[in-house]
C-alpha cells in the first residue's frame, strides 16, 4: 500500500459520493430525513456518519481534529451534508499530501470508543477509512432506491474508466 494508492482510493470514494449527493438532492426535505430502513435509517443519518467516521479516522490518523461525532440534527439538507463533504475532502487530501510511504507501515495510538488506547498500523487505517465510506454508499444507493431515486451508477470500473475517458458500456 502507497500514498498513491490511497489517493486512488480516496478519490474514487470522492467522486462516487458526488454521485450519491447528486442524486440525494432529488429528494424533498422530508424524503431525505425520512426514517426508511438500515442501520441508521435514513439517507441524511448515513450519510452524517459516513462523513463523521470518516472526520474521526483522520483525526485518530493525525489529521484534524473533529471533536464530537457530528449530528444528523445539524444537516437538515443535502446542501448541507455536500458542504461537509466537501470539508473533508478538502481535509483528507492535505493529510495525504502531507505523509510519505514510509509512515504507512508505522503504528499510531488512539483512544476507542470504550476508553481503551490501542495501537494500529496507519496505512491500515487509512484503508479501513476509506472502505468504511464504500459500505455505507451501498446503503445510501438502497435508501435512494427506495425513495424512487435511482443514483447513477457508482462503480468503481465507471471512475477508472472516467479518468482513462473510455465507455465501458
Partial sequence: MTVKDLERLYDYGYWANRRLIEAA???TPAQFT???AGGYGSVRNTMVHMVS???GWLDRCGGYRRGPALEPGDYPNVEAVR???EMVERRM???LAGIQDKEL???ISFTNPRGETVSMVLGELM???VLHGMYHRGQIALLLGIL???PTSFDMVLYDAEQDRVHVW
Fill in 83 to 85: 458542504e461537509q463533504c
Fill in 25 to 27: 438532492s432529488h429528494l
Fill in 93 to 95: 487530501r492535505s493529510f
Fill in 53 to 55: 467516521a470518516e472526520l
Fill in 105 to 107: 507501515p508505522g503504528r
Fill in 127 to 129: 484503508q479501513h477509512a
Fill in 148 to 150: 424512487g431515486v435511482v
Fill in 34 to 36: 425520512r426514517i426508511v
